[in-house]
Structure formats: C-alpha cells, structure tokens
C-alpha cells in the first residue's frame, strides 16, 4: 500500500462530524478531507481530540499504553496491516487500525485461530485506535492506549474487499427485531466458536456483546464454561464484538481494570437488568443533549503531551 494511501484515505471523515457511536455498520467516506490546522492548537480549553485526531502517524517512541482505557493515549503504536492472511481492515477512512503491539499480535493470532475453528476465511476486524491513541472525534470513550479492538461479527468473505467495500458494506445485526434473543438465520454455532476462541486467550480481561448475544452463548455453551465469565453484556454491540485486554505486565503507566468476578454471569438476576422494557425500549430525552466538550490534554495523564508532540514514527507500507 502507498504511503498517500495510508497518509491521505485514512484521515478521519468529515462526514463523522457529530459524536454519535462509530458502529460497526457506520459507512465511511471514500473521499474523507484531511482535518483544518487548528487556529490554536495550544489553546488549554481545546478538546484532546481534536489534537489526537490531526496525528496520522505514531510517536517514535517505545510503546507503552499510557492511562486508562478511557483516558489516556499510547506511544509506539503499531499499524494493524489492512490484509492478511485471516483478515480484513474495515472502514480504512478512520485511521483507527493502530494499537498496542500485543493487541496486534493477539489479533493476527485470533483471526488464525478463527479460520481454524470455523473455516471461515477469516474475521473482519473495526476500530482498534488512532495512531496515537487519546480521545477521538467521533464515537468511542474508550480505545484510547491501543488495548481495545472491535471485531465484526459477520464472516469475512473469501475474496479480497475493494476500498469502497470495506468502506460501504454492512456489519450484520445479529440480534433479533424484538432485541430478546439472537436472530438464529446469522448467529450461528461459527460465531460462538469465535467469541470462545476470543474469550480463551489469556490476555484478553473483558468482551462487550449485547445482552442477547450473552443470553445466547450462556444457553449454548457446554463443558467448560469458564470462559463466560469474560463476557459482559454492553449497549450496543448487535454487529461486532469488542476485544479489552489487560494492561502489559511490564507497563506501570497503564492503569488497569479489576477482573469480573469468576461466575459465568448467566444466572438471570445477571441478565434481568438488560432486558427490562426500559433498557429495550428506552424514551427519547426530554430535552436534546447539549454537546460534550471532551477532556483537554491537561486532563489526561502528563506523558500524553509527550506522545502528542513526539516525532512521526517512520511508515513503512504495508498490505
């Protein structure tokens, strides 16, 4: 891949302009604009963001996830390639295909393992996060020290994806229309497979699927079932399926989450909160939410300004 393709396609899109959530079935733009320089980019009332979301390249630096999953950034970032063997990057206009080097090595691993399993010819993989980690423009609090990853929940076709396909093609809902169980037609015995296959790996702390999906996988799974555990029921989460892991051994400036408790999580006083009418069907506020400022660097940790103001990492293309 061409550096310009990297460089220039992948900036954020103008299209994503409001804060809604970067879902899995969001298109991107095949013509995104590269973002304006800020008047002021040393302006302490500008939103994180909007510095991070301008950095289309890691900072030269060891890697390191700096803070918390939903407040911090990452220095050395590495690039997922957009193909592989057993993968496929979607939605190329975000630039969010960066991460941790484990978490890159855990997805090579796990989209191996998928195809093994399933005989799929591989998983599509979402957002991981941006070069530089740190809050984005659009859509996620979290992936933001390149511990997170968003994997799709429909099989990888076995063909390579054109840009505008991994741009325009639709995640599959796999959750059904009265949001109570899964949609059986596309929520199959593969996709279990692949989110034991996630949940086994022992880096991996937390999965987020919607309730449904927990519901489904707590009735379906046999033997040892230890690995639910790991699986949290989360709003949204219907097409994809996001990945956390647990913060380096090695890296005191990750600041963790405590693990869940060792209970499956299937008994129904776990599930009951998520599917009461009122979390299925919830009323529209009132009132229109008034727009969140977001964090300035000054909220995030201190070695973030380091990371931001570092120098480009050297790019190398890559398929």
């Not at 939605?91 to 080097?101: I, M, Q």
């Not at 399993?117 to 984005?136: K, S, V």
Request: proline share 10%; charged share 25%; hydrophobic share 40%.
């Amino acid at each position: 891949m061409l550096i310009r393709q990297i460089l220039i396609p992948l900036l954020f899109s103008t299209l994503c302009a409001t804060a809604s959530a970067a879902l899995a079935q969001d298109r991107g733009s095949l013509d995104p604009k590269p973002l304006p320089p800020l008047a002021n980019p040393n302006d302490p009332k500008l939103p994180a963001k909007e510095l991070f979301a301008r950095k289309v390249l890691p900072a030269a630096m060891p890697p390191r996830a700096i803070g918390s999953y939903s407040k911090g950034c990452i220095a050395g970032a590495m690039e997922m390639p957009i193909t592989g063997d057993t993968w496929q990057v979607m939605r190329l206009s975000r630039n969010r295909n960066w991460g941790h080097p484990d978490m890159i090595a855990l997805l090579k691993r796990l989209s191996a393992k998928v195809h093994k399993d399933t005989g799929w010819p591989g998983i599509l993989i979402g957002d991981i996060g941006q070069p530089r980690g740190g809050p984005a423009l659009t859509g996620h609090a979290s992936h933001q020290i390149g511990l997170d990853a968003d994997i799709w929940l429909t099989p990888m076709p076995d063909h390579l994806l054109s840009r505008e396909q991994r741009e325009d093609m639709a995640a599959t809902m796999m959750v059904r229309d009265d949001r109570l169980d899964v949609d059986s037609k596309v929520f199959t015995p593969f996709q279990f497979t692949m989110l034991r296959d996630a949940a086994q790996e022992p880096r991996v702390q937390r999965i987020f699927v919607n309730a449904a999906i927990k519901k489904a996988l707590c009735r379906e799974a046999t033997g040892d079932r230890s690995w639910l555990a790991k699986i949290r029921p989360w709003y949204g989460h219907d097409y994809h399926f996001h990945i956390r892991m647990r913060c380096p051994p090695d890296d005191g400036a990750c600041e963790g989450q405590k693990d869940q408790p060792e209970e499956d999580g299937c008994a129904s006083s776990d599930l009951a909160y998520w599917f009461k009418d009122s979390i299925l069907h919830p009323e529209p506020p009132k009132e229109p939410p008034k727009p969140e400022h977001g964090i300035t660097l000054a909220q995030l940790p201190a070695a973030c300004r380091q990371v931001l103001n570092a120098p480009d990492a050297k790019h190398y293309a890559k398929q």
